[in-house]
């Protein structure tokens, strides 16, 4: 089993910077992916960033530029960030830590991200 936990959104004002981060704990591997991922109200959850494989990048392109996500692993877990820079009200969701390894997914409960104009 995995435990996804999520931290670190709050308010923040536009142009304004924010760094999310994420430990995967239980019986991880390094070469799984792990990402985030955001939900805004009446919309579907959509991709933000992603390490496949353990180093490959994927950017959503409304964030390209903007985002860094990064990775470490150590002693028997695995941590995501996400360096959010140059904010934007439309960057405004609960976002969702993800690890997936072999098709199996896993959760965090989401982090609030406000960004006001």
């Known amino acids: 089993q995995v435990q996804v936990v999520e931290s670190g959104g709050g308010l923040v004002q536009a142009v304004g910077s924010l760094r999310l981060s994420c430990v995967a704990s239980?019986?991880?591997?390094?070469?799984?992916?792990m990402g985030w991922y955001r939900q805004a109200p009446g919309t579907q959850r959509e991709l933000v960033a992603t390490?496949?494989?353990?180093?490959?990048?994927?950017?959503a392109d409304s964030v390209k530029g903007r985002f860094t996500i990064s990775r470490e692993n150590a002693n028997a877990k695995s941590a995501v960030y996400l360096q959010m820079n140059g904010l934007k009200p439309e960057d405004t969701a609960v976002y969702y830590c993800?690890?997936?390894?072999?098709?199996?997914?896993?959760w965090g409960q989401g982090t609030q991200v406000t960004v006001s104009s």
């Open positions: 239980g019986i991880v591997f390094s070469i799984s992916d």
């Open positions: 993800n690890y997936n390894y072999r098709g199996t997914f896993y």
């Open positions: 390490i496949i494989g353990g180093s490959r990048f994927r950017y």
